[in-house]
């Protein structure tokens, strides 16, 4: 593993631990600021300046560095205080108006850890019934949120907080593939709506996911990450310390169930593996089984290249087409051709247009190739390439092979 990643891994288990960092790998000059660059990119600033600004090595011979990496992690940690108290209140009038709802990963998954504000949210998700859109809508519209992004057809509308700058994700289905098995368990989170549990959050309760489903989601979501760009670090981190802390209340049968019907099982023995090596998370003593022996190895390297989004270059947001197409076509042959040029339904989303004008695909299509050849003459000197997108999108997607995403007897184009 290389340096920087061992550091940063380092950093995030001594986040969980509340401890200073179990190690410190060696770094010069230029390796303090490409771990300030990892950092930022897997969302996880304020963490890694926490568990070592104390170690007198910090930012060696870049007191600058030190003195701006310090400030940013205040402000985001500041931000995220202010962010999460705009949510207590949101979530405090869904209550009053009788709205059934269930705040999902971010604000859940802060509290797993000693200091939840380090651990920032670019948004938070809520769950409602559809039927109750309207009505949440309206109280959103008077608790001063504005809607800044929602299709029709798409089960998630966009709200944002400008004072605040909370944006909330509103879910009428937390699941937007549209497998018959994503489908049938959407059915079964919105079922769960009227068994929500309650949690603390800067001492208030807040509505959630029963254990076993909110675990089921938070891996659901990784591996829906892992196959159209791939996740970060801190996502693991996350499904780990679920996994310790409602161990008991889990109920396991039925998590192992329904990932081996969405072919997520073996995936979840290797984030498994990952947490029990880096983030002392022991299996065993959790009740926690594998289905097969772990071989990580692989999926770490892509974690750690893939940053919080799965878009740390133009390269892989561009082979995250082409393996989505993949997906589609049940193929496991990653093709170029085919992410080009989407079928009329997948691009309805990004042009309505379509909807009442079928014709115009091949203007769509043209118009979003002219907008990628800007993209790769914008960031070529870079390495980004249609090429090097495409030996990606190859090998990741002969990776989800090899972790079960993709069966192996699938049809090849």
């Keep these: 593993m290389k340096k920087l990643d061992q550091q940063l891994i380092n950093c995030l288990a001594a986040y969980r631990s509340g401890r200073r960092p179990a190690a410190y790998v060696g770094l010069d000059k230029e390796d303090w600021q490409q771990l300030y660059q990892l950092a930022r990119m897997h969302k996880l600033k304020a963490v890694t300046c926490e568990t070592m600004w104390g170690i007198p090595e910090f930012c060696s011979g870049n007191q600058a560095l030190a003195a701006v990496w310090q400030r940013e992690s205040i402000l985001e940690t500041v931000g995220q205080a202010q962010r999460t108290s705009a949510l207590l209140l949101v979530t405090q009038a869904l209550e009053r108006g009788g709205i059934q709802y269930a705040v999902v990963k971010g604000a859940v998954c802060r509290e797993l850890y000693p200091q939840p504000d380090l651990r920032p949210s670019g948004d938070e998700d809520i769950l409602i019934h559809p039927a109750d859109l309207e009505k949440c809508s309206e109280l959103f519209r008077q608790e001063k949120l504005t809607l800044f992004q929602a299709k029709e057809g798409d089960p998630v509308t966009h709200w944002a907080d400008k004072q605040t700058g909370l944006h909330i994700e509103l879910h009428t289905a937390l699941l937007s593939g549209d497998r018959a098995e994503e489908k ?193 003459l914008w960031t070529y000197r870079s390495g980004n390439s249609p090429l090097k997108s495409v030996e990606m999108a190859k090998k990741r997607t002969e990776m989800m092979v090899k972790y079960g995403v993709f069966p192996k007897d699938q049809k090849k184009n």
């Design 184 to 376: 049938l368990l959407n059915r079964f989170f919105s079922e769960q709506l009227a068994h929500t549990v309650s949690i603390h959050i800067q001492n208030r309760t807040v509505a959630t996911l029963p254990p076993t489903y909110h675990f089921l989601f938070l891996v659901c979501h990784a591996l829906k990450h892992f196959i159209s760009g791939g996740f970060g670090i801190r996502t693991v981190c996350d499904v780990v310390a679920y996994a310790e802390r409602y161990a008991e209340e889990i109920d396991k049968e039925t998590v192992y169930g329904w990932l081996d019907a969405i072919r997520g099982r073996i995936f979840l023995d290797q984030l498994f593996a990952i947490g029990s090596n880096y983030f002392d998370f022991d299996i065993a003593a959790n009740g926690w089984t594998l289905s097969s022996p772990p071989n990580e190895t692989e999926m770490l390297e892509d974690i750690m290249d893939a940053g919080i989004y799965g878009q740390s270059s133009m390269s892989r947001r561009h082979s995250a087409g082409i393996v989505l197409q993949a997906v589609e076509n049940k193929s496991n042959q990653a093709s170029a051709l085919s992410a080009a040029f989407p079928s009329r339904q997948k691009l309805l989303g990004r042009y309505p247009v379509l909807k009442r004008a079928p014709m115009l695909l091949p203007a769509c299509w043209a118009h979003r190739l002219g907008k990628y050849a800007i993209e790769v």
